[in-house]
């Protein structure tokens, strides 16, 4: 049974990725990893894991085949090198870095010792987006993230919040870039108060919208083909528009938010793909150009 170390144990771990491994147990041996004790062992009793550590050198003593890497950002990079050093493949939450360089030195490492680095883009995996990715014969995209009230700086909003919409949005599109533009927003204090990114390809165009102070919590894609229109709201529902026609759909509310959201299927390709020597589920050269349009809004 392939050994899988989940280093960093907070909020998203224990929200997003820890029910999903703990109903994985009979396929997979977890190893946690903190260096708070209380919550090693607390985390262990309420999802069943046996295997804890206090160290990622502990946990690499244990040859892990891959780690998932829930850490602060600053510390991405040189977790993840150590671990491609280590021939361990590595699963991370975005962003992999806010430091493009870094960012393309890690893939290049990966790739150079035969390794995923998959950056954990979970709304590429939302079944409702994977549905607008299936349209054919695209025209108009929008993707766009509106929260109530903000209060993020500027730097820290694009790579933790506004990255996912531009991400969606390059997800979405199927033809090559051919022109991007940007612009950002600050508020007063030197916040986000708005972010834009704009593309087009031969025949697609795409908006991204941030707005960080927009009265309402609200994530939202649409795409416009030449037939038909289709939104997916909050990732749960989606209303596909025709002539004289409106159809809208949505998950049963017994399906799981994390397969919703796209977690779960994100979590089970990764490991799937570890298991077998896979292609890697996040394309790097798409992961690093999310990156890249971040850091070239911040430097605009």
Not at 65 to 72: G, K, M
Not at 190 to 214: C, I, P, R, W
Request: charged fraction near 20%; hydrophobic fraction near 40%.
């Amino acid at each position: 049974m392939l050994k899988i170390g989940v280093l960093g144990l907070g909020n998203i771990a224990q929200k997003a990725y820890l029910p999903v491994m703990a109903a994985m147990q009979d396929q997979y041996e977890f190893h946690l990893t903190t260096r708070n004790p209380d919550k090693r062992d607390q985390l262990a009793r309420q999802y069943g894991f046996t295997h804890t550590h206090a160290s990622l050198d502990d946990l690499l003593a244990e040859k892990p085949a891959a780690v998932f890497v829930h850490t602060p950002t600053a510390t991405h990079a040189s977790i993840i090198k150590q671990l491609l050093l280590a021939d361990v493949n590595v699963y991370v939450d975005k962003p992999v870095s806010t430091d493009l360089n870094e960012v393309q030195s890690l893939y290049d490492l990966a790739a150079a010792r035969h390794l995923l680095l998959t950056c954990g883009f979970n709304r590429r995996f939302a079944p409702l987006n994977q549905q607008l990715k299936a349209l054919p014969d695209k025209r108009m995209i929008t993707a766009e993230k509106v929260r109530e009230t903000g209060g993020q700086d500027i730097e820290t909003a694009v790579f933790d919040l506004m990255i996912h919409t531009v991400d969606t949005g390059l997800f979405l599109l199927d033809e090559p870039l051919v022109s991007t533009s940007g612009r950002i927003v600050p508020t007063a204090d030197d916040k986000l108060g708005q972010g834009y990114f704009m593309a087009q390809t031969a025949h697609e165009q795409l908006s991204v919208v941030t707005n960080m102070f927009g009265g309402v919590n609200l994530e939202q894609a649409t795409v416009q083909t030449t037939t038909q229109r289709a939104t997916v709201n909050d990732l749960s529902t989606i209303t596909t528009a025709k002539t004289a026609q409106t159809q809208t759909a949505a998950f049963p509310d017994w399906e799981p938010t994390l397969e919703k959201r796209g977690f779960a299927p994100l979590i089970r390709a990764f490991l799937s793909a570890v298991a077998t020597h896979g292609p890697n589920p996040i394309d790097p050269t798409s992961a690093i150009t999310s990156h890249a349009v971040c850091r070239h809004l911040l430097s605009d």
